[in-house]
T-cell receptor, first 109, second 114 residues
Framework: QQPVQSPQAVILREGEDAVINCSSSKALYSVHWYRQKHGEAPVFLMILLKGGEQMRHEKISASFNEKKQQSSLYLTASQLSYSGTYFCGTETGNTPLVFGKGTRLSVIA | KAGVTQTPRYLIKTRGQQVTLSCSPISGHRSVSWYQQTPGQGLQFLFEYFSETQRNKGNFPGRFSGRQFSNSRSEMNVSTLELGDSALYLC?????????????FGEGSRLTVL
């Protein structure tokens, strides 16, 4: 079942912070975050494992709340290069990675 | 190390035709997954292959099929194309099938059906 991402889109000015949420109705083993820039391939950012620690990628961090089956991606002091569509992908076991519909992030000067 | 290569990058077909898309994974990667990306729907899982065997299949009609060769290269085929098949088809490779696994995506094949 496809995880639900929110918000669908967000516009930030450089230096502002944002949070993107990803939730599932199923018990999750892991949550993956990818970023896709316009016309490019999705690129892996990080994996959060059940029972694992919060992860970071540059100024982007994420957490995984096992009780709520929810993950949040935190973008701090956003830069123009952060613009793109962010996808969360979830694994519930030995199953394919299932992605949400994405959150479009636009950072403006 | 070369990334995932997909060909062709762009193609235009008409309804009723068929199309074959190709994917060469990263050297050493034995697992290949295919996703369909359309505006507003995100990435929809099509199928996954490992060692020439289909391990998982998404909720797509039988017109969508795929295969993997002994060198791990993969192809997917869509027969009797419909307008709704217009999409970006992404291929992703990974080293194995045990989870969690990082997927490496190609830039995709953009299919337009007229």
């Amino acid at each position: 079942q496809q995880p639900v991402q929110s918000p669908q889109a967000v516009i930030l000015r450089e230096g502002e912070d944002a949070v993107i949420n990803c939730s599932s109705s199923k018990a999750l083993y892991s949550v993956h975050w990818y970023r896709q820039k316009h016309g490019e391939a999705p690129v892996f950012l990080m994996i959060l494992l059940k029972g694992g620690e919060q992860m970071r990628h540059e100024k982007i961090s994420a957490s995984f709340n096992e009780k709520k089956q929810q993950s949040s991606l935190y973008l701090t002091a956003s830069q123009l290069s952060y613009s793109g569509t962010y996808f969360c992908g979830t694994e519930t076991g030995n199953t394919p990675l299932v992605f949400g519909k994405g959150t479009r992030l636009s950072v403006i000067a | 190390k070369a990334g995932v290569t997909q060909t062709p990058r762009y193609l235009i077909k008409t309804r009723g035709q068929q199309v074959t898309l190709s994917c060469s994974p990263i050297s050493g990667h034995r697992s290949v997954s295919w996703y369909q990306q359309t505006p507003g729907q995100g990435l929809q899982f099509l199928f996954e292959y490992f060692s020439e065997t289909q391990r998982n299949k998404g909720n797509f009609p039988g017109r969508f099929s795929g295969r993997q060769f002994s060198n791990s290269r993969s192809e997917m085929n869509v027969s009797t194309l419909e307008l709704g098949d217009s999409a970006l088809y992404l291929c992703a490779s990974s080293q194995g099938t045990t989870f969690p696994r990082e997927l490496f995506f190609g830039e995709g094949s953009r299919l337009t059906v007229l």
